[in-house]
């Protein structure tokens, strides 16, 4: 975060955004499957209550 | 967690003979080699010698009372696709050689990541070619090129599909 806000024009932000958004990927898909399953079924559950939340707001 | 559940009913079911042998494929297999992403649905490569058997596995699952929509049966909440082996020689491959894992202490198998290249070029919707362009570092060059050789035809040239991916960086 330090090095964005350092950045001082556009290219420069981008190239220490993606630079860390890579990091940060890497970091994730070396976690235990189970844990990534565990984020997985999250999102799916969000998903899931969003649709809900949405198919309610349609009816009204 | 929902997934440890639907491979306990599978490993169920191999024990009883309804089918041969199964793989995780698809989101799933993506997610276990990549960082989290969504995925709506669980898709199951399963070992059967007949569409016989293919149907005997629905009836199954309507016999239990499973919830069955479209092409997925829920089982323990997730909704399963289940492509069966005897349609293409690449999903029986893709079994056959798949990884053994341990999840949350039940024993599965999900495909090589060779093969999941291969898979998602046979489906090559938009997603899978980004799928593809994030697995590939992680795949055996050699391994995938016999793969993608093997199996691929006239309607689903898969190197040429893996160029265009490529082309298109």
New interface residues.
């Given amino acids: 975060m330090k090095k964005l806000l350092c950045a001082k024009d556009s290219e420069e932000f981008w190239q220490i955004f993606n630079e860390e958004r890579e990091k940060r990927r890497r970091q994730l898909a070396k976690l235990p499957f189970a844990r990534k399953v565990a984020i997985l079924e999250q999102m799916q559950a969000d998903a899931a209550l969003l649709r809900s939340s949405s198919a309610r707001k349609r009816r009204r | 967690?929902?997934?440890v559940g639907v491979l306990e009913v599978l490993n169920g079911l191999k024990r009883k003979g309804v089918i041969r042998d199964y793989a995780i494929g698809g989101g799933?297999a993506a997610?276990?080699?990549?960082?989290?992403?969504?995925?709506?649905d669980l898709d199951i490569l399963v070992f059967l010698d007949s569409d016989a058997d293919y149907h005997a596995l629905y009836k199954h699952f309507r016999d239990k009372g499973n919830k069955i929509e479209n092409v997925y049966i829920a089982i323990d909440g997730t909704p399963v696709q289940f492509l069966p082996s005897y349609i293409s020689p690449l999903f029986t491959d893709a079994i056959k050689r798949a990884r053994r894992?341990t999840?949350?202490g039940t024993h599965s198998k999900?495909v090589r990541v060779e093969h999941l290249i291969a898979l998602f070029l046979v489906s090559f919707r938009p997603k899978d070619k980004i799928r593809i362009l994030e697995l590939l570092p992680l795949a055996d060059k050699h391994l995938l090129d016999e793969i993608l050789k093997r199996f691929e035809d006239e309607k689903t040239p898969l190197r040429q599909r893996l160029r265009r991916v490529l082309a298109n960086l």
């Fill in positions: 967690m929902a997934l799933y997610n276990y080699y990549l960082e989290p992403s969504y995925t709506y894992i999840v949350g999900v």
